[in-house]
T-cell receptor
Framework: QQQVKQSPQSLIVQKGGISIINCAYE??????FPWYQQFPGKGPALLIA?????SEKKEGRFTISFNKSAKQFSLHIMDSQPGDSATYFC???????????FGQGTTLQVKP | DVKVTQSSRYLVKRTGEKVFLECVQD?????MFWYRQDPGLGLRLIYF???????EKGDIPEGYSVSREKKERFSLILESASTNQTSMYLC????????????????FGPGTRLTVT
């Protein structure tokens, strides 16, 4: 039972382009949506996170867009750079649990 | 600097062996987690712990157990390793609660790649 579905599985973008990764969830009790970034040989690290009372959050070149009615959220990476090449995971959590449910992951390659 | 360390980066064990994976955090975090990471499946929670000697099952606890005798250390135990437990195992820790309406960040270790033959 996959409660958070992530797409695409892999993504290739040219340097300077926009990378978009999408996630959909089913559990309406989820109220915290982080994105984690993982480089080869490393553990995932928090990139950006949002609560459903806002529709968008931006930190530098990274933006989360959130659509509560559609139960979808996405990560946009503007001006993608080769250093952004990594695996990205969306996740969701319900309040008072502290547990994260992760999506399947997206491997991003940014070509120079 | 935040640090989560795992006892081994690579481990090869035989079917039926009892396997211990150790995780240590130096941040005085209440929460600790064990995940396994498999291609196409993302990270799946095996067990987590909110406090010393406290544990709760995650989404895939079958075949695993855990131990948390000290706040900084969380061990994952494979009672009788099987080939379908070949995977990358990730440990994480976090504070308990919210900061600015968002759950505290989980900090991950580098992972242990376990191969069971």
């Amino acid at each position: 039972q996959q409660q958070v579905k992530q797409s695409p599985q892999s993504l290739i973008v040219q340097k300077g382009g926009i990378s978009i990764i999408n996630c959909a969830y089913e559990n309406t009790a989820f109220d915290y949506f982080p994105w984690y970034q993982q480089f080869p040989g490393k553990g995932p690290a928090l990139l950006i996170a949002i609560r459903p009372d806002v529709s968008e959050k931006k930190e530098g070149r990274f933006t989360i867009s959130f659509n509560k009615s559609a139960k979808q959220f996405s990560l946009h990476i503007m001006d993608s750079q080769p250093g952004d090449s990594a695996t990205y995971f969306c996740a969701a959590s319900a309040s008072n649990t502290g547990k994260l449910i992760f999506g399947q992951g997206t491997t991003l390659q940014v070509k120079p | 600097d935040v640090k989560v360390t795992q006892s081994s980066r690579y481990l090869v064990k035989r079917t039926g062996e009892k396997v211990f994976l150790e995780c240590v955090q130096d941040m005085d975090h209440e929460n600790m987690f064990w995940y396994r990471q498999d291609p196409g499946l993302g990270l799946r929670l095996i067990y987590f712990s909110y406090d010393v000697k406290m544990k709760e099952k995650g989404d895939i606890p079958e075949g695993y157990s855990v131990s948390r005798e000290k706040k900084e250390r969380f061990s994952l135990i494979l009672e009788s390793a099987s080939t379908n437990q070949t995977s990358m195992y990730l440990c994480a820790s976090s504070l308990w609660g919210l900061a600015g309406g968002l759950w505290y960040e989980q900090y991950f270790g580098p992972g242990t790649r376990l191969t069971v033959t």
